[in-house]
């Protein structure tokens, strides 16, 4: 029943998504009304069918289901069993497709009064055309409910480092959610080319989508950062992997996009590179897919070799060349009337802004498909380093804090030095302050320092808008409307990435890390922290098999581990154990034991004495600040998706 409900689902999704495709495209020639609300809600009706049917083989473990089997086991827990549908290449495309489709309901819904303005026919036909293509993907080649080839009993578990955080519940759908929204604004930038019609709100009428998109992207990848922190055992939340960059250029030109759109809506400005951005965000979430789903790259995060390859790299072909092709002949009848006033008025700086923005991505996409590039062209393989990354990742952070120090201060169509000096001034002051207090505390490196100071203005400049919002609200008697005006959002984003920064910037250059060989009983200190070893026991359960050290760090007691799960034959992974506050985290794992090995799952060190262990210590300053900062920016962007008006800065 279940194989034939997640069937018929798919198959009903996919004829609805190509015929709200059709259908808007045959409205928009010929003038008349379409159907688009009960094709785009057939379509989701559809897929959710088939995900509840595939959800509900998870959760009562049916093994008839090839998907099921691999990838799930009696003795997964109930999260790690509803997770799982997301867990491999199948399910993460059905629920990509979900998302996907409940978007083109919210478009559909949203644009009820202008269901025959032309824009709006396109945009929903590109949306359909999408939606059909992914749903393609899972009625044929990657089908998720194909049946095992034998009757099995028992599955063979999900993938340890999926079984191991509750983070496996929000990082993948935030990120999906992320990467489907973009391509709203996507499917409006081809309407407006293909129609002629580029006009100056059309911006602010999705922008609610854009918003939704990179606020779940952003927050995904923090998630992300976190999981991979937390389970990988390395101490460090970022790597610069191909995959993880497959999420951040994506990142980088939307971001760009957003400030792109409050240039066009309030001064009528760069509509054409507006556009441009559109077309190349939901393209970079194209190639993202194509790197963790066709198997051309080894990573930690991508998905086992598929045949999807050809197939997304010719949606990408398509979105990015079509969208070209378009600008090109479209372009010059569309550019903006006015020109811009002074190039360090606010709007220059927006200017600058998406310079940086897109100059990163381009850089961090060329360093991600390079080694691709040369494989292909040489057939030897080379890599991309994080140093390469780093090294236009640090200057490029430093003036994007600039930026946020100085546009809310900045006045639109001038620079008024002597105002911006006004509004400055305190705040500089107050970071120069604070940055002497750090020289005296120890703090010698100037892009530190500059970073600090940076962080403190920006911080000071994002407070100063939000006070101006709320001494209005107050001044007419409306508290609601300081959490409604246009600029409280996205200076709430603003201080999230302070806080971030400052967590980035401190935890990576004052970590110190450390291994030490210790037997029960025994103490030492590292970098202040007071570190004790009281023995190890075995942990066995119905999911896994555990050799846990118990390890105090000052009062707290940690478990770090090293873990084996059932089902798949992997090697056992190592579970860190971490004791975090605001000031900083300490970061415990397991290395090896010394002995003769009788150990289960543990490495073992011929030069270490039997009952002693080598612990891994890493002091890491300020690093939970990453994460709050993330939550600022989640929380930034749910109250910009509630302002009254889309239009003013974010």
Do not use: C, K
């Not at 802004?353 to 030897?380: C, D, H, I, M």
């Not at 207090?437 to 939000?466: E, I, K, N, S, T």
Request: a positive charge.
């Amino acid at each position: 029943m279940i194989p034939v409900l997640g069937r018929l689902g798919t198959l009903v999704a996919l004829v609805a998504s190509l015929a709200l495709a059709l259908d808007q495209v045959l409205a928009w020639r010929r003038d008349r009304p379409g159907h688009a609300r009960i094709l785009a809600a057939s379509a989701l009706g559809g897929i959710v069918v088939a995900t509840g049917a595939l959800e509900v083989a998870f959760v009562t473990h049916d093994f008839s289901l090839a998907y099921v089997a691999a990838n799930n086991a009696t003795v997964t827990p109930l999260l790690y069993s509803i997770t799982g549908l997301w867990s491999a290449l199948e399910g993460s495309l059905l629920l990509w497709v979900l998302l996907l489709d409940a978007v083109v309901v919210a478009v559909v819904v949203a644009n009820r009064s202008r269901a025959r303005d032309d824009v709006v026919r396109v945009a929903t036909a590109v949306l359909g055309a999408l939606s059909a293509f992914f749903t393609y993907l899972l009625v044929l080649p990657a089908n998720p409910f194909l049946a095992s080839p034998v009757a099995l009993r028992q599955g063979a578990g999900p993938n340890a480092l999926l079984q191991d955080n509750p983070l496996v519940a929000a990082h993948p759908p935030l990120l999906y959610l992320g990467f489907v929204g973009f391509a709203v604004p996507f499917a409006f930038a081809i309407g407006q080319l293909a129609t002629g019609r580029v006009e100056q709100d059309w911006a602010r009428r999705q922008r609610r989508f854009a918003v939704l998109a990179w606020g779940s992207l952003s927050v995904g990848i923090v998630l992300g950062a976190w999981w991979s922190y937390q389970v990988l055992g390395w101490g460090g939340f970022w790597g610069w992997d191909p995959v993880e960059n497959a999420a951040l250029l994506p990142w980088l030109t939307g971001t760009a996009y957003l400030h792109s759109t409050i240039v066009q809506d309030r001064r009528g400005l760069l509509r054409v590179w507006t556009l441009a951005l559109a077309i190349a965000t939901f393209a970079l979430t194209v190639l993202g897919t194509f790197f963790t789903r066709s198997g051309v790259l080894q990573s930690v995060h991508a998905f086992s070799s598929s045949t999807l390859g050809p197939l997304l790299i010719g949606l990408f072909a398509l979105a990015a060349g079509g969208g070209a092709a378009l600008l090109v002949a479209r372009g010059d009848r569309l550019r903006s009337p006015v020109g811009l006033d002074h190039p360090l008025s606010r709007e220059g700086l927006f200017v600058i802004n998406n310079v940086l923005f897109v100059g990163v991505a381009l850089v961090v996409l060329l360093g991600t498909v390079f080694p691709l590039l040369y494989q292909a062209v040489n057939g030897t393989q080379v890599t991309v380093g994080t140093p390469y990354f780093a090294a236009v990742a640090g200057p490029a952070a430093i003036a994007a804090l600039a930026l946020m120090a100085l546009a809310p201060l900045v006045p639109w169509r001038q620079p008024a030095p002597r105002v911006l000096w006004e509004r400055v001034r305190l705040l500089a002051w107050g970071a120069l302050g604070i940055d002497a207090v750090l020289v005296v505390l120890g703090v010698r490196r100037w892009r530190d320092l500059l970073a600090y100071f940076l962080a403190v203005v920006a911080a000071g400049a994002a407070l100063r808008a939000l006070r101006g919002n709320l001494v209005a609200a107050h001044r007419h008697g409306a508290w609601r409307r300081a959490l409604r005006a246009p600029s409280t959002g996205g200076m709430v984003t603003h201080l999230g990435v302070v806080v971030l920064a400052v967590g980035v910037v401190t935890s990576t250059s004052y970590a110190r890390r450390s291994e030490v060989s210790l037997r029960p009983g025994q103490r030492t200190v590292v970098d202040g922290q007071l570190i004790g070893y009281h023995g190890l026991r075995q942990v066995t359960t119905p999911l896994a098999h555990s050799t846990q050290l118990v390890v105090s760090v000052g009062s707290a007691t940690l478990h770090p581990a090293v873990t084996t799960y059932v089902g798949r034959a992997s090697q056992p992974v190592g579970t860190p154990a971490i004791d975090s506050s605001l000031l900083r985290d300490v970061y415990v794992t397991f290395d090896a034991i010394g002995g003769n090995g009788a150990t289960s799952g543990a490495q073992v060190a011929g030069t270490l004495p039997a009952g002693a262990v080598a612990l891994g210590v890493t002091v890491e300053p300020l690093l939970s600040w990453l994460w709050i900062g993330g939550l600022l920016i989640g929380l930034g962007s749910a109250v910009a998706l509630g302002r009254r008006d889309h239009g003013e800065p974010a």
